[in-house]
């Protein structure tokens, strides 16, 4: 079992920055894939960003590619999102995901179906 808190999220000027990070429980941290995925209101569930176990493949929506980085510290168990130059179309609900054995396969690991545990979420809003 594993558990995952979010924290970092907030009310933020359009162009501004955030770090979200997401700690997870467990001792097998480094084995999972970790991912966010974001939901606005009245729309789906969407891709934002993967990261392999051991952190070589990263996968980037299109939507946020170039001003969104994934990155994690499996010594801390803990994976990070640094957002800059934030924009209105941003605010949703974020949420850290954790797969095991999820292929490094675009198609596959960029689905949430693909993983096994979420965390709680963590709003942002970008407006001003």
């Known amino acids: 079992q594993v558990q995952l808190v979010e924290a970092g999220g907030g009310l933020v000027l359009p162009g501004g920055s955030l770090r979200l990070s997401c700690a997870a429980s467990?001792?097998?941290?480094?084995?999972?894939?970790m991912a966010w995925f974001r939901q606005a209101p009245g729309k789906e569930r969407e891709f934002v960003a993967a990261?392999?176990?051991?952190?070589?493949?990263?996968y980037y929506a299109d939507s946020v590619k170039g001003r969104f980085t994934i990155s994690r510290d499996n010594a801390k168990n803990t994976v990070y999102l640094h957002m800059n130059s934030l924009k209105p179309d941003d605010t949703a609900v974020y949420y850290c995901?954790?797969?095991?054995?999820?292929?490094?396969?675009?198609?596959?690991?960029?689905?949430?179906?693909?993983?096994?545990?979420w965390g709680q979420g963590t709003q942002v809003t970008v407006s001003s």
């Open positions: 995901a954790a797969g095991l054995n999820v292929p490094a396969i675009r198609a596959i690991i960029t689905a949430p179906r693909a993983y096994d545990y």
């Open positions: 467990g001792r097998t941290f480094s084995s999972y894939a």
């Open positions: 990261i392999g176990a051991s952190g070589g493949t990263l």
